[in-house]
């Protein structure tokens, strides 16, 4: 927990060297470039996140059990998970971004936008195709490796990135680094997952194969569901600054592709506890216990509005100081943008427990839910309705009456976790929280 903590302060330390350089060093349609870049790979990220949150509880099972050769045979099939899933996210990327940044985008792209964008795809590529590496090293609890390797890699990364945006590659640049640290941390990964799987065989010479049908069984049907939130989460995050890319100027783009990439690191610190602590998540839904799902909410969201208001009462300075040429928006555009974030965090939560519970019942909900919100923003939007207001706290409105209380009850119907239970142990560990902050943060697990 400590070491997954350290990779998301250097990840945010790193991201926040990043987009000072970006501000410094990159004018507005080079900016809204990289911005448009990272929305449509973050949408591959949102899908391998599903991908990985239910590999990941496929193996804890099999894990636990103590089976070495059925670890190796669902190792297997979240491997053949992962190639197809590697290769359709890298076709999607080629003919979807080339479709899309030769009709539909209005910036003033560079001339080797091509050539960035096919390195920036290829990147994604190396990355998931040895990704199920990561699920191993979660599976098997060895959270320390796991982050030390994605430490090393984005101090890679960021660094490359910083010596090609001074030499002035600019986007190009950024493409190339991440390419190289892609692979640099895909090779790791797979000699760190390599490891963990010749331990376990050390420890369960002698095991059979057998036990895994029925979550071979899950993992083959959870291929739809995966599409189905992932294009649902598209629709209601990054589709909206896709949309944005090309009915708002430069300024309002770059403004807009700023917060989503600053709130999008804020996310990731919060979700530490919900993404590493994957095997106590999973005995709390087993044994039904509230206290330790409270924890991990409480934990999560303490530090999200703490970074959230951290950048609401900082970052306007910040980015004056820096000479920013894509300024951030005011407070109030900021809070209602933070606003739907928080949501986010809360369902991604509920979907966790949702899943280790082993139903997708929640998928078509969150799915009707997001649609139901890009059309209200697109309906405010045609109306003359402030971006803010209609592409942030509209589709977040949308997602606290429809979402999270639907997405709750059927958490709470599968569980038999009641709302009183939950509230009251949110209050206790909030309580020990505002007694002792420095002792209980250092201490959970």
Same mark, same amino acid.
């Given at each position: ?153 984005? =101090? %890679?990364?960021?660094? !490359?990135?910083? &010596?090609?945006? /001074? $030499? ?5 640049? *950024?493409?190339?680094? #991440? ?78 592709? =700023? %917060?989503?990439?600053? !709130?999008?690191? &804020?996310?990731? /610190? $919060? ?5 590493? *602590?994957?095997?106590? #998540? ?97 309906? *405010? ?65």
């Amino acid at each position: 927990m400590k070491a997954s903590y350290l990779y998301q302060c250097v990840n945010v330390v790193a991201g926040v060297i990043l987009l000072a350089l970006l501000l410094r060093f990159f004018s507005k349609d080079a900016f809204l470039e990289w911005s448009l870049f990272t929305t449509i790979g973050g949408f591959t990220i949102q899908l391998e996140s599903s991908l990985s949150t239910v590999c990941s509880r496929f193996l804890v099972r099999v894990h636990h059990r103590g089976g070495s050769r059925a670890l190796s045979v669902s190792i297997a099939q979240c491997k053949r998970w992962y190639l197809a899933f590697a290769v359709l996210v890298f076709l999607g990327l080629c003919v979807g971004g080339f479709f899309y940044f030769s009709t539909a985008a209005k910036a003033g792209f560079t001339g080797s936008w091509m050539l960035e964008w096919m390195v920036f795809s290829t990147s994604y590529l190396v990355t998931y195709l040895f990704a199920y590496n990561c699920c191993v090293l979660i599976a098997s609890e060895r959270i320390t490796t796991y982050a030390i390797i994605n430490v090393t890699t984005r =101090l %890679l990364n960021v660094a !490359l990135s910083s &010596i090609f945006i /001074l $030499s002035g590659l600019r986007v190009l640049g *950024l493409c190339v680094s #991440l390419l190289l640290s892609a692979a640099v941390g895909a090779f790791a990964m797979r000699w760190a997952g390599s490891r963990a799987i010749a331990a376990e065989w050390r420890r369960h010479p002698e095991d059979s194969a057998q036990g895994t049908g029925e979550e071979k069984l899950e993992i083959d049907h959870v291929g739809r569901n995966i599409a189905f939130i992932g294009m649902a989460y598209f629709l209601y995050r990054a589709g909206l600054l896709i949309d944005a890319g090309s009915s708002f100027d430069a300024s309002v783009q770059a403004s807009y592709g =700023l %917060l989503l990439q600053i !709130l999008a690191l &804020i996310m990731a /610190l $919060s979700s530490v506890p919900i993404n590493m *602590l994957v095997a106590p #998540l999973q005995r709390a839904v087993l044994t039904a216990d509230p206290g330790q799902m409270a924890r991990l909410a409480v934990y999560a969201n303490i530090v999200f509005v703490t970074a959230l208001l951290g950048l609401l009462i900082l970052g306007p300075a910040l980015s004056h100081g820096i000479s920013a040429r894509a300024a951030l928006p005011g407070a109030l555009d900021m809070a209602m943008l933070g606003f739907g974030f928080f949501l986010e965090l809360n369902i991604l939560l509920l979907v966790n427990v949702a899943i280790g519970a082993r139903s997708y019942r929640f998928v078509p909900l969150y799915a009707v839910s997001a649609a139901i919100g890009v059309s209200v923003a697109v309906v *405010l939007r045609s109306q003359g309705v402030d971006l803010y207001l209609a592409f942030g706290l509209a589709p977040a409105v949308t997602q606290m009456v429809i979402a999270v209380p639907l997405i709750g009850r059927e958490v709470a119907r599968l569980t038999g976790v009641t709302l009183r239970s939950y509230i009251l142990g949110s209050g206790a560990f909030l309580r020990r929280v505002l007694r002792h902050p420095i002792r209980v943060g250092l201490a959970f697990r």
